[in-house]
C-alpha cells in the first residue's frame, strides 16, 4: 500500500505548539507589505547598500559586535524620527512602546553580530588576512512598512532578506565552491538611513569551509526566512518523523507518537533556560505541556479508534512515504541551529 504524500503540516505545529503559547517568539515587526499599485516602488541609487556591506566587513575584521549592533539597529531615535508634526495619541503610545523595547532590540542585534562571529571562529576562519570586499545583492522588489497609523514620510523602503556576498583575497589557503554569504534580515531606511529589524545570519559558504551538514542548515534558514517550504530531501529529521507517523498508523499505538514525537517539559524549559529564563514559570511550564499532549493523544486515540470501527488493519501493509513537506517554518532560537523552529 502506497501512502501517497504524507504532509506534516497538520502535525509538526500541534506537538511545538506549546512553545507558542508560551511565548517564545522573539518580537516581531510590523507585517511589510509589497509597494501598492498606485505607488512607485522605491529606486535604489547604486552601491544603495554600501554602508551595511562594509559594516559586515568592520564586523568580521575587528570583531566588534556591540560597535556593529549600536550603529545599524532600528534605535529608539529611529521610531521617534516616524512621528508626525501632530501625531495622534495612538501613534504617541505606539513610538514611546518601541522606545521602550529599544535595549530588547539592541540585544537580539548584538547576538546575532557574536554568532556570525563564533561560526566564523568555529571554522577557523580569520577575516583580518588579505582583502575582504562586500558586496550586497540588490533585491529585484522593494516592500514598505510602517509601525505608526500616521507616519511620518509615510511607508518606508522595506527589504525582507538582504543578501551580502563577501569576496576574500591574499588568503594562504583560498576558498573554492561558493562564496562566503551572509542574509541581513528585515531592512527598514529610515530617514537616518538603512537599519537593520530582525538580525543577520550567514547564509553561505564555500564548500571546502564548511560540511554538508552546515550548508544543509544555512539552506533550510534561508528558505524560512523567504517564507518558503521545504521537503524532507532538504531535512532528513522530517522524514525520521514521518517514518514515526507510519509506524504508528501501522501499530495503531499512540504511544509511539507519546514517546517520540510529543514535546516534553524538559525540552521546552531548557529552551527557555537557553534564552535568557524568560517565560511561565516551570509549574506553568508543565501544567500548559500536560494539557497539550493531552489533547494530541485524544486525537491519535480517535484516530485509532477510526480505523478499528472501519476494520483497517495496516500492520502487514507495504506503507511508503512518497513526500514529507514543510509549508511554512519560523526559526525562533539561536541563529546557528534549527533548534526552536516551527513549522505548519
Do not use: C
Not at 125 to 130: K, N, Y
Request: charged share 20%; glycine share 8%.
Amino acid at each position: 500500500m502506497n501512502l501517497s504524500g504524507i504532509h506534516l503540516g497538520r502535525f509538526i505545529p500541534t506537538f511545538l505548539r506549546a512553545i507558542v503559547l508560551l511565548g517564545l517568539l522573539s518580537h516581531a515587526a510590523s507585517a511589510a507589505e509589497p509597494a501598492a499599485p498606485h505607488e512607485k516602488e522605491y529606486q535604489p541609487a547604486p552601491g544603495e547598500f554600501d554602508a551595511v556591506g562594509q559594516a559586515i566587513v568592520t564586523l568580521l575584521q575587528t570583531k566588534d559586535a556591540p560597535r556593529f549592533a549600536t550603529n545599524f539597529m532600528a534605535s529608539a531615535a529611529d521610531f521617534h524620527s516616524l512621528l508626525a508634526t501632530n501625531p495622534s495619541a495612538q501613534d504617541v503610545a505606539t513610538e514611546q512602546q518601541l522606545e521602550a523595547h529599544n535595549d530588547t532590540r539592541y540585544r537580539q542585534l548584538l547576538a546575532e553580530a557574536k554568532t556570525v562571529l563564533h561560526r566564523a571562529d568555529a571554522l577557523g576562519l580569520d577575516f583580518s588576512q588579505g582583502g575582504l570586499q562586500a558586496q550586497g545583492v540588490t533585491p529585484a522588489h522593494f516592500g514598505r512598512i510602517s509601525w505608526l497609523r500616521n507616519q511620518a514620510n509615510g511607508h518606508l523602503p522595506w527589504v525582507q532578506t538582504l543578501e551580502i556576498i563577501l569576496k576574500v583575497s591574499g588568503w594562504s589557503n583560498p576558498p573554492a565552491g561558493g562564496d562566503f554569504k551572509l542574509a541581513v534580515g528585515g531592512l527598514a531606511k529610515f530617514p537616518g538611513g538603512w537599519h537593520i529589524v530582525n538580525g543577520l545570519q550567514w547564509s553561505g559558504f564555500p564548500t571546502n569551509v564548511a560540511d554538508p551538514k552546515l550548508l544543509r542548515t544555512l539552506l533550510l534558514q534561508q528558505k524560512m526566512a523567504n517564507n518558503q517550504g521545504f521537503s524532507a530531501e532538504d531535512d532528513p529529521a522530517l522524514q525520521a518523523m514521518a517514518d514515526t507517523l507510519v509506524r504508528f498508523i501501522r501499530e495503531r499505538d499512540p504511544g509511539i507518537l507519546a514517546k517520540e514525537l510529543l514535546v516534553s517539559s524538559d525540552l521546552v524549559w531548557s529552551q527557555i533556560e537557553q534564552r535568557g529564563g524568560h517565560g511561565p514559570s516551570r509549574k506553568e511550564l508543565d501544567e500548559a505541556v500536560t494539557e497539550q499532549n493531552q489533547r494530541q493523544l485524544q486525537m491519535a486515540q480517535a484516530a485509532v479508534k477510526l480505523m478499528e470501527d472501519a476494520g483497517v488493519d495496516l500492520k502487514l501493509a507495504d506503507i511508503s512515504v512518497i513526500s514529507a513537506t514543510v509549508g511554512q517554518a519560523h526559526q525562533s532560537g539561536p541563529s546557528d541551529s534549527l533548534d526552536q523552529t516551527r513549522a505548519s
